[in-house]
């Protein structure tokens, strides 16, 4: 049985990299491929809702898929751990499942692993994240969740030093990593964590350079999971054994 697939904000670049994938998965196929303007209605009778449409229509498609008892996949950028708050309780009473997948990169997920496992040991943390000039959002979902798990690694230690914290050009503050955002052309996507003690740093860098190959791998991934998750999912880590030990 072939998997119907609703495919939302399938006509931009991330959208049309999705496309491209599900088509060549066995089992699943693209029946419905909507704009971040379309009547949400035309997801019904699909199985899989695929989000890649803007941060402002996101919750929209997230709360139109679940009302349907619909799974969905969201791939559009600007979820933070509040905002994924607001629809963990429609999801958990409609018995369906929400994946959240902030960076379908294999290089970019496990960057910001290793991050987050070195952070305890280093008591300042901050990023530096680059994005073309066409990204409507900032700080990147990337960003956000990197911060996030570097929070959640240090619950023992404590927030990270972040001197000066109220002057706007030290950042935004998540989880109190500083984030620093660029948006400029002749980028893709590169994120730069950095950790500094005393007497050394750390640096993790993940750059992105072909958008299309580098998140195939995730994409191939992330859609059957998603067809299958039950409740709400966040991060490609789930699906892979990153190899690192608490």
């Known amino acids: 049985m072939t998997t119907q697939v609703a495919l939302v904000g399938g006509t931009g670049k991330l959208g049309t990299i999705i496309g491209a994938v599900i088509d060549e998965l066995e089992g699943f196929e693209v029946s419905r491929v909507l704009t971040s303007s379309s009547d949400l209605s035309e997801l019904d009778g699909t199985d899989l809702v695929v989000d890649a449409s803007t941060p402002q229509v996101s919750i929209e498609v997230v709360r ?11 791939a559009t950028s600007g979820w933070s751990s509040e905002r994924i708050a607001l629809v963990r309780p429609l999801v958990e009473a409609a018995g369906t499942g929400a994946v959240f997948i902030p ?3 294999l290089g970019s997920v496990l960057g910001s692993a290793l991050a987050a496992a070195a952070a305890p040991f280093f008591g300042s943390a901050e990023i530096i994240e680059a994005h073309r000039e066409t990204k409507i959002d900032s700080p990147s979902g990337t960003a956000v969740r990197t911060a996030e798990l570097i929070a959640a690694a240090r619950t023992e230690q ?9 002057q706007r050009a030290r950042g935004q503050q998540v989880g109190s990593v500083p984030i620093h955002s660029l948006r400029r052309p002749g980028v893709v996507a590169k994120q730069e964590v950095i950790l500094s003690g005393p007497g050394e740093s750390l640096t993790f860098t993940h750059d992105t350079v072909d958008s299309a190959l580098a998140y195939a791998p995730g994409i191939r991934l992330a859609v059957p999971f998603a067809a299958g998750a039950s409740g709400v999912i966040v991060g490609l880590e ?3 054994d990153i190899g690192i030990r608490s």
């Open 64 to 74: 139109a898929a679940v009302e349907r008892g619909i799974n969905v996949l969201v």
């Open 103 to 105: 960076n379908f990169s």
């Open 158 to 166: 404590g927030p990270v030093s972040a001197p000066h914290a109220d």
């Open 238 to 240: 789930h699906m892979i």
